[in-house]
């Protein structure tokens, strides 16, 4: 399927967008750039612990894209340290996202939604119907200590 020229959200700016190594700084070993899109797979997968199909939904692409982009930010870090090069920020295919309205998500199947400001309160997951939904900016922190979502450990190699 020939993949379409899409540009990736990002939801977050970056205070810092220059890494130098400290041992380098009289001696130049180059730098990687780590492009904006990559950096946000890492923030939501690797910072806040999102499973890999949440991000890619917030990234407005596919979970292989997401892999793949998340895959070179690794490698490309890795090679940052191994190598002590400095890494810049800075590129890509991306559009900052909208200011997001009120986030939902469904407990039930993962589901996250947005609902806009000044309306009430959704009573069910648009997805499967679910009533047990939950404003998505508030369970972060649980659902990275919680059992059953994020258990799927094995999809986080690199083949
Ligand atoms: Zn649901």
Known sequence: MPRPRRHRQIWSSFDYDYWRPCATCL??????????????SIRLKDHLGMDQREAAELMNISQPTFHRILAEA????????????AIRIHGGTYEMAVPPGRKFRCY???????????????????????????????DRGYDRSGSGAHGRQGMHGMQ
Not at 74 to 85: F, H, M, T
């Open 27 to 40: 001696e130049d070993r180059g730098e990687v750039v780590l492009k904006m899109e990559e950096m946000e």
């Open 74 to 85: 690794r490698k490309k870090i890795g090679c940052a340290l191994v190598c002590g090069k």
């Open 108 to 138: 039930d199947c993962q589901h996250v939604w947005e609902v806009a400001h000044g309306t009430g309160r959704p009573l069910n997951c648009p997805n499967c119907g679910s009533v047990k939904i939950r404003r998505a900016e508030d």
